[in-house]
T-cell receptor, first 115, second 114 residues
Framework: GDSVTQMEGPVTLSEEAFLTINCTYT??????LFWYVQYPGEGLQLLLK?????DKGSNKGFEATYRKETTSFHLEKGSVQVSDSAVYFC??????????????FGKGTLLTVNP | ETGVTQSPTHLIKTRGQQVTLRCSSQ?????VSWYQQALGQGPQFIFQ???????GRGNFPPRFSGLQFPNYSSELNVNALELDDSALYLC?????????????FGQGTRLTVV
């Protein structure tokens, strides 16, 4: 079945540091890939997405590129801010079983950015 | 455009009781999915509803059931609550057939079973 493996946290960085959170996936066919962010006490917010190989999703300074050859979708940001502190989830949406929008999530990576 | 709303935001139930959680989908969306997020874990897919019928189910027992109404809103019902059912329950809405793949989540309902 589909699965997502993402970097274990927690990750602690200083403001303006470079961020990478690794994500790899296993899926049949050609899934869509997503990064969601969850701030304390809140639901999930879509951060960015990519729907086909070599697509780059970007939003709020975050980027991730859909790499089919390495089955990866690593999240990067060049200069993090304190306000980026949150839990980040990598997810995929496959097309198996007719449930087109079932999301399979990784376990999440807690990011803390210190001033 | 209204977002996904869930109610209630928090509730406490006793083991063995039944609970109903509610979700209003985002305007223009016809599909609702439910997820369970245990503390410190990623969300796990419970089931999805499309056109008022279940359209896919995860690895959850039959005491987890749901409904979708003609206005696309949805309910999640859990019978015979167990302590392990304590979690954040998330509703997500999306639009099948539109070509858009993303799902939008509500703020969740925090269920505590004591």
């Amino acid at each position: 079945g589909d699965s997502v493996t993402q970097m274990e946290g927690p990750v602690t960085l200083s403001e303006e540091a470079f961020l990478t959170i690794n994500c790899t996936y296993t899926a049949t066919g050609y899934p869509s890939l997503f990064w969601y962010v969850q701030y304390p006490g809140e639901g999930l917010q879509l951060l960015l997405k990519a729907t086909k190989a070599d697509d780059k999703g970007s939003n709020k300074g975050f980027e991730a590129t859909y790499r089919k050859e390495t089955t990866s979708f690593h999240l990067e940001k060049g200069s993090v801010q304190v306000s980026d502190s949150a839990v980040y989830f990598c997810a995929l949406s496959g097309n198996s079983g007719g449930s087109n929008y079932k999301l399979t999530f990784g376990k999440g990576t807690l990011l803390t950015v210190n001033p | 455009e209204t977002g996904v709303t869930q109610s209630p935001t928090h509730l406490i139930k006793t083991r063995g009781q039944q609970v109903t959680l509610r979700c209003s989908s985002q305007s223009g969306h016809n599909t609702v999915s439910w997820y369970q997020q245990a503390l410190g874990q990623g969300p796990q897919f419970i089931f999805q509803y499309y056109r008022e019928e279940e359209n896919g189910r995860g690895n959850f027992p039959p005491r987890f059931s749901g409904l979708q109404f003609p206005n696309y809103s949805s309910e999640l019902n859990v019978n015979a609550l167990e302590l392990d059912d304590s979690a954040l329950y998330l509703c997500a809405s999306s639009s099948q057939g539109s070509g858009r793949t993303e799902a939008f989540f509500g703020q969740g309902t925090r269920l505590t079973v004591v």
